[in-house]
Nanobody, 126 residues
Protein backbone atom coordinates (compact mmCIF):
# COMPACT_ATOMS: atom_id res chain seq x y z
CA UNK A 1 0.00 0.00 0.00
CA UNK A 2 1.34 3.39 -1.00
CA UNK A 3 1.19 6.32 1.39
CA UNK A 4 1.74 9.95 0.44
CA UNK A 5 2.61 12.81 2.75
CA UNK A 6 2.80 16.40 1.52
CA UNK A 7 4.74 19.23 3.13
CA UNK A 8 6.04 22.66 2.26
CA UNK A 9 2.89 24.73 2.13
CA UNK A 10 2.69 28.15 3.73
CA UNK A 11 1.67 31.76 3.38
CA UNK A 12 3.66 33.96 0.99
CA UNK A 13 3.22 37.34 -0.68
CA UNK A 14 2.29 37.64 -4.34
CA UNK A 15 5.37 37.00 -6.46
CA UNK A 16 6.86 34.68 -3.88
CA UNK A 17 7.95 31.05 -4.17
CA UNK A 18 7.32 27.77 -2.42
CA UNK A 19 8.45 24.20 -2.94
CA UNK A 20 6.03 21.44 -2.06
CA UNK A 21 7.25 17.94 -1.32
CA UNK A 22 5.40 14.63 -1.35
CA UNK A 23 7.08 11.70 0.37
CA UNK A 24 6.13 8.25 -0.88
CA UNK A 25 6.26 5.20 1.37
CA UNK A 26 5.16 1.61 1.08
CA UNK A 27 5.21 -0.45 -2.10
CA UNK A 28 5.56 1.96 -5.04
CA UNK A 29 6.41 -0.52 -7.78
CA UNK A 30 3.00 -0.30 -9.46
CA UNK A 31 2.90 3.49 -9.71
CA UNK A 32 3.08 4.79 -13.26
CA UNK A 33 2.08 8.40 -12.81
CA UNK A 34 1.96 11.04 -10.12
CA UNK A 35 0.44 14.46 -9.93
CA UNK A 36 -0.30 17.59 -8.00
CA UNK A 37 -3.86 18.79 -7.72
CA UNK A 38 -5.39 21.73 -5.89
CA UNK A 39 -8.76 22.80 -4.59
CA UNK A 40 -9.74 26.26 -3.48
CA UNK A 41 -12.80 26.91 -1.28
CA UNK A 42 -15.96 26.81 -3.37
CA UNK A 43 -14.14 25.58 -6.45
CA UNK A 44 -13.67 22.22 -8.10
CA UNK A 45 -10.46 20.29 -7.77
CA UNK A 46 -8.10 20.95 -10.67
CA UNK A 47 -4.99 19.33 -11.99
CA UNK A 48 -1.83 21.37 -11.60
CA UNK A 49 0.92 19.11 -12.93
CA UNK A 50 1.46 15.44 -13.66
CA UNK A 51 4.46 13.29 -14.47
CA UNK A 52 4.65 9.77 -15.85
CA UNK A 53 7.16 6.97 -15.40
CA UNK A 54 8.37 7.94 -18.88
CA UNK A 55 9.30 11.36 -17.43
CA UNK A 56 6.76 13.18 -19.60
CA UNK A 57 5.14 16.16 -17.90
CA UNK A 58 1.89 18.01 -18.25
CA UNK A 59 0.91 21.35 -16.73
CA UNK A 60 -2.27 23.34 -16.36
CA UNK A 61 -2.20 26.43 -18.56
CA UNK A 62 -2.56 28.63 -15.49
CA UNK A 63 0.77 27.46 -14.04
CA UNK A 64 2.90 26.89 -17.13
CA UNK A 65 6.26 28.66 -16.96
CA UNK A 66 5.76 29.28 -13.22
CA UNK A 67 5.54 25.79 -11.69
CA UNK A 68 7.78 22.77 -12.17
CA UNK A 69 7.13 19.16 -11.17
CA UNK A 70 10.05 16.85 -10.49
CA UNK A 71 11.03 13.68 -8.68
CA UNK A 72 14.00 12.70 -6.58
CA UNK A 73 16.50 10.33 -8.13
CA UNK A 74 15.23 7.55 -5.89
CA UNK A 75 11.64 8.29 -7.02
CA UNK A 76 10.51 8.44 -3.41
CA UNK A 77 9.77 12.16 -3.33
CA UNK A 78 7.68 14.27 -5.68
CA UNK A 79 8.24 18.01 -5.79
CA UNK A 80 6.35 21.02 -7.03
CA UNK A 81 8.44 24.15 -7.39
CA UNK A 82 6.13 27.17 -7.49
CA UNK A 83 7.41 30.59 -8.54
CA UNK A 84 5.76 33.93 -9.25
CA UNK A 85 2.86 32.91 -7.06
CA UNK A 86 -0.44 34.73 -7.44
CA UNK A 87 -3.38 35.09 -5.04
CA UNK A 88 -5.39 32.84 -7.36
CA UNK A 89 -2.92 30.02 -6.61
CA UNK A 90 -4.29 29.93 -3.06
CA UNK A 91 -5.65 26.42 -2.43
CA UNK A 92 -5.12 23.13 -0.69
CA UNK A 93 -2.55 21.20 -2.71
CA UNK A 94 -2.68 17.42 -2.93
CA UNK A 95 -0.21 14.84 -4.15
CA UNK A 96 -1.67 11.77 -5.87
CA UNK A 97 -0.52 8.52 -7.46
CA UNK A 98 -1.99 6.09 -9.96
CA UNK A 99 -1.12 2.93 -11.85
CA UNK A 100 -2.46 4.54 -15.03
CA UNK A 101 -0.18 6.12 -17.62
CA UNK A 102 -0.41 9.27 -19.72
CA UNK A 103 0.53 12.52 -18.00
CA UNK A 104 -1.47 14.75 -20.34
CA UNK A 105 -4.90 13.12 -20.03
CA UNK A 106 -4.39 12.32 -16.36
CA UNK A 107 -4.11 16.04 -15.65
CA UNK A 108 -7.84 16.28 -16.41
CA UNK A 109 -8.86 13.02 -14.73
CA UNK A 110 -8.22 13.20 -11.02
CA UNK A 111 -10.71 10.39 -10.50
CA UNK A 112 -8.19 7.94 -11.95
CA UNK A 113 -5.76 8.61 -9.09
CA UNK A 114 -6.43 6.15 -6.32
CA UNK A 115 -3.93 7.25 -3.70
CA UNK A 116 -3.94 10.74 -2.19
CA UNK A 117 -2.08 12.63 0.48
CA UNK A 118 -3.69 14.72 3.18
CA UNK A 119 -2.91 18.01 1.46
CA UNK A 120 -0.87 21.09 2.29
CA UNK A 121 -2.26 24.62 2.32
CA UNK A 122 -0.82 27.32 0.11
CA UNK A 123 -1.94 30.89 0.71
CA UNK A 124 -0.76 33.79 -1.45
CA UNK A 125 -1.65 37.26 -0.20
CA UNK A 126 -1.63 40.43 -2.33
Amino acid sequence: QVRLAESGGGSVPSGGSLRLSCLLSGYTGDINSMGWFRQAPGKEREGVATVGRDAKFSYADSVKDRFAISQSAAKNTLYLEMNSLKPEDTAMYYCAATTAAGAEWLLRHAEVFDTWGQGTQVTVFP
